[in-house]
């Protein structure tokens, strides 16, 4: 028994880490794509003229559904014995999805920004981004337009 405890650590703590690292996709105005590097960007100029604060919700890759899963269905299959622990393994398992399904979504979900500009052409535009930099009323920034729309608001 003490061998399958082993494995049963080891398997949390490799699915918890897959997890984590599914939380680490950004929408951040810093971070760009492989696909977006060395292609022409347009470039405006403006001025902020409102910053609310929005969440970014959080991605359902259902990685978290599938960690969950193993790790309640390994749970489950500890306990009891016979058709309990295959009741047991089923209920583990179906509890752990959902926890797991709930955990990816909130590790995954960032605070951002919801920017709206006048550019200096008159245009008015709003960009949502992470809130990974300051922005108040009457700053003057940058607007970066890339190939299929993907707009980001930088200092």
Known sequence: MLIAKENLYRILLLLSSIV?????????????????????L??????????DNVTL????????????????????NTIGGGHGRA?????GAIGGALVGTGVEKGVTTKNGLELTVELDSG???????????????????????????VTRVRQ
């Open 42 to 51: 347009s470039v405006y100029f403006g001025t902020v003229l409102a910053v």
């Open 20 to 40: 984590l690292l599914a939380g680490c996709a950004s929408h951040s105005g810093d971070v760009y794509r492989h696909s977006q590097v060395q292609r022409q």
């Open 123 to 149: 245009e008015v535009i709003a960009v949502v981004q992470a809130a990974d930099d300051y922005y108040a009323v009457g700053d003057r920034v940058r607007i970066i337009r890339g190939p299929g729309g």
């Open 87 to 91: 009741l047991a393994t089923a209920v």
């Open 57 to 76: 919700e959080g991605s359902k890759t259902g990685l978290g559904t599938v960690a969950g899963g193993v790790i309640g269905g390994i749970a489950g």
